[in-house]
């Protein structure tokens, strides 16, 4: 079993700097991705921010510059550092890790979600 816990989330006004977190515990074998996604009310579920296979970082073209993806290993926690934060980046953010287990074997994992709100 495989949980991720997720913090960091609140409300901030425009401009401002939030950074996220999500811890993961559990028989991991091998974390081959982790990032994370957002959903505002009546929207789809999208990528912000992933760590590929090999280590590359991508991030989508709305957040480049503003949002910053990190991973500390030995605690096996992803961060995503939000600065310059605009209204439309309000919305639910989503940790995810794609890891092998043993038995389970491949596993996705969702985090509970935290909600961000950018407003003055």
């Known amino acids: 079993q495989v949980q991720l816990v997720e913090s960091g989330g609140g409300l901030v006004q425009p401009g401002g700097s939030l950074r996220l977190s999500c811890a993961a515990s559990?028989?991991?074998?091998?974390?081959?991705?982790m990032g994370w996604y957002r959903q505002a009310p009546g929207k789809q579920r999208d990528l912000v921010a992933v760590?590929?296979?090999?280590?590359?970082?991508r991030y989508t073209d709305s957040v480049k510059g503003r949002f910053t993806i990190s991973r500390d290993n030995a605690k096996n926690t992803v961060y995503l550092q939000m600065n310059s934060l605009k209204p439309e980046d309000t919305a639910v953010y989503y940790c995810?890790?794609?890891?092998?287990?043993?038995?389970?074997?491949?596993?996705?994992?969702w985090g509970q979600g935290t909600l961000v709100t950018v407003s003055s």
């Open positions: 995810n890790l794609e890891v092998t287990t043993t038995p389970a074997g491949y596993l996705e994992v």
């Open positions: 559990g028989s991991i074998n091998r974390i081959y991705a």
């Open positions: 760590f590929t296979s090999g280590g590359i970082t």
